[in-house]
C-alpha cells in the first residue's frame, strides 16, 4: 500500500512568518511531487512540483526533496493571510504508465493569521 | 492557458434521476482524469482516460460511466445514485510526458443526491 503522509494541522502562523509543511512517502521509487493548496469550498490548485533532489523556489514557495529520506517539503515564505487553505501532497510512482496515479496525503491546513 | 472547465457547477439530483457532468480542456492534453472529494478528505482517484481509452477505472460503481468522445472532452454520466455519492466531483487533465506530468484540476461539481 504506497502512503503518504503529511504533518499533523491545523499549523497556525502568523503573518509574515515562514510556514513548513511536510510530507512523507512509502513507495521508494517515486518520481514526481507536487503541491496543491485548496481553499475552502474550491478545488485543488497546483503551486509546485519537483522531481529531483534539492529545492525549488518559486516566489515565496520553496519545495524542498529528500528521495534518500523519503521526504518532500514546501517552505512559504513572509506568510500572507491569503495562504490560509488546506495543502495536499501529492505523489507519482515511477514507472508503468506515462499518465500520473497519484497518492494523496490528507492534507494539513494552514491558518495564517494577522 | 491552463484551464479546464466543468459544467454544471451545482447538481441537486433525485436518486432515479440521470444526469450528466462535463468537462474540457484545450490545454492538448491527452490524459484526462474524474476524481471524487468528500468534505475534508483529499480528492479520490475514479476514472484515467488515456489517449481517449479508458485506462483506469478504481472500482467504480456501474452507476457511474465515463466518456471521453474525443481529445478535449470527458464526461460523467450519473445514474440511480445514492445519498452517500453526493460530493464533489473534480475533472483533471495532464499531459502523457513522464514524470512531468502535472495534473489541473477545474472547478468542480458539487452534486447533491437527494
Known amino acids: 500500500q504506497k502512503e503518504v503522509e503529511q504533518n499533523s494541522g491545523p499549523l497556525s502562523v502568523p503573518e509574515g512568518a515562514i510556514a513548513s509543511l511536510n510530507c512523507t512517502y512509502s513507495d521508494r521509487v517515486s518520481q514526481s511531487f507536487f503541491w496543491y493548496r485548496q481553499y475552502s469550498g474550491k478545488s485543488p490548485e497546483l503551486i509546485m512540483s519537483?522531481?529531483?533532489?534539492g529545492d525549488k523556489e518559486d516566489g515565496r514557495f520553496t519545495a524542498q526533496l529528500n528521495k534518500a529520506s523519503q521526504y518532500v517539503s514546501l517552505l512559504i515564505r513572509d506568510s500572507q493571510p491569503s495562504d490560509s487553505a488546506t495543502y495536499l501532497c501529492a505523489v507519482k510512482s515511477a514507472g508503468g504508465t506515462s499518465y500520473g496515479k497519484l497518492t494523496f496525503g490528507q492534507g494539513t491546513i494552514l491558518t495564517v493569521h494577522p | 492557458d491552463t484551464e479546464v472547465t466543468q459544467t454544471p457547477k451545482h447538481l441537486v439530483m433525485g436518486m432515479t434521476n440521470k444526469k450528466s457532468l462535463k468537462c474540457e480542456q484545450h490545454?492538448?492534453?491527452?490524459?484526462m482524469y474524474w476524481y471524487k472529494q468528500k468534505a475534508k478528505k483529499p480528492p479520490e482517484l475514479m476514472f484515467v482516460y488515456s489517449y481517449e481509452k479508458l485506462s483506469i477505472n478504481e472500482s467504480v460503481p456501474s452507476r457511474f460511466s465515463p466518456e471521453c468522445p474525443n481529445s478535449s472532452l470527458l464526461n460523467l454520466h450519473l445514474h440511480a445514485l445514492q445519498p452517500e455519492d453526493s460530493a464533489l466531483y473534480l475533472c483533471a487533465s495532464s499531459q502523457l510526458a513522464d514524470p512531468y506530468n502535472e495534473q489541473f484540476f477545474g472547478p468542480g461539481t458539487r452534486l447533491t443526491v437527494l
Open positions: 490545454m492538448g492534453h491527452r490524459a
Open positions: 519537483i522531481y529531483s533532489n
